[in-house]
């Protein structure tokens, strides 16, 4: 069965050349074209297609707050855009992969088959400025949210039920849980709690 795809640009020569290089594909079918972040979501409640390819600016509804709407709902949405600006966000809001619009056909269609099988996919470009963003607060110190953050999860906490303690939403969670295997220089929760105690910021 072949993976169906909305793709989601407000400018239709994009959109062309996107259906122009897709649709030779015969394992993909573009099940739908969107102008907007609102009709995306629409579109993708009414086609349920299995991947989103979103940009990110475009009027209205921008591809961050639909990617947000879309997290959780079915469809997978690899980001297709211009800028490598806008990495952490899109990917916080749910983005299964980032990919710029320079990139080659075949390395599209790649990524496509590859966000279907649940991997997350990266342009090298956007890989960078990943880690550069995530390493830039590393030169601080943890603030006092990020400590009551970590004594949460320290003593058990889901993200939601951290959210639930703090007053803030799931997404804050995780952007604070990042930065703080970003300034402690670990991967994982359980890595991160046990660093902080080993650098005395949390006490049992």
Known sequence: MALRLLIADDHPIVRDGLRAALSGEPDLEIVGEA???EQAV???ADLRPDIVLMDLRMPGMDGVA???L???TGPRVLVLTTFDTDVLPALEAGASGYLLKDA?????IRAVRATHRGET???PAVAGRLAGDLRRPARGRLSPREL???RLVAGGATNKEAAADLFISEASVKT???HIYAKLDVRDRASAVAEAYRRGLLTS
């Not at 080659?104 to 599209?108: A, M, N, R, S, V």
């Open 35 to 37: 102008a907007d972040g």
């Open 42 to 44: 629409r579109l993708a």
């Open 66 to 68: 639909a990617i947000r």
């Open 70 to 72: 879309l997290s959780g």
């Open 104 to 108: 080659p056909p075949e390395e599209l």
């Open 121 to 123: 996919v990266l342009a």
């Open 148 to 150: 009551q953050v970590l």
């Open 176 to 178: 604070h849980l990042l």
